[in-house]
């Protein structure tokens, strides 16, 4: 009887144990952040791109290339939203909208140059007071993340000079 309970405790505390280890999709999650962090891009969990409520219960994944030193001075004119599918005004790239605000016409050909690169699951690109960002649904290949930080880069380069 009494190695029966010692048994029945040690099982208890052994399943306990084996569901605080992450999952293989944490552990990828895990790694694609320090990839993102090791190509210069800051990962936040935020609100999803179309959710009207600032501040909402983070839902999605945005990838941020901050702003640098030359492009500090980053105006509210440089708001902007474009996000996959047909929800919001209509842009000038197929299968992409506008939500709230679009990106200054100067930017639009550097915009065209990092729709050719981004992944196919890439949702949203967007330019907010903190950087230009992407929003990824963390599913994919490491290499994509390349791809992010080459698209939002060239848009980057475009927006300092505008």
Sequence with gaps: MIYLLIFVVVMVMLSTLTTLRPSSRQKQQVLFRRHA???????ELV???????????????????????????????RH??????SRGATSPWQGWCWFQQSAPNEIHEAITGA????????NALCSNSFGLGAYWPE????????????????????????
């Excluded at 983070?58 to 290339?65: E, F, H, K, S, W």
């Excluded at 290949?141 to 380069?157: C, F, G, N, P």
């Design 80 to 85: 902007w939203l474009l996000v996959r599918g």
């Design 37 to 43: 962090n090791q190509c210069g891009l800051h990962v």
């Design 115 to 122: 729709l050719d690169i981004i992944p196919e699951n890439v």
């Design 47 to 77: 609100a999803d791109a179309l959710s009207k409520h600032k501040g909402g219960a983070p839902t999605a994944v945005r990838y941020l290339l901050p702003w640098t030193a030359k492009n500090l001075r980053h105006g509210d004119k």
């Design 139 to 162: 599913c994919g290949e490491m290499l994509e993340i390349e791809d992010i930080a080459k698209a939002l880069r060239i848009i980057s380069r475009n927006n300092s000079q505008t």
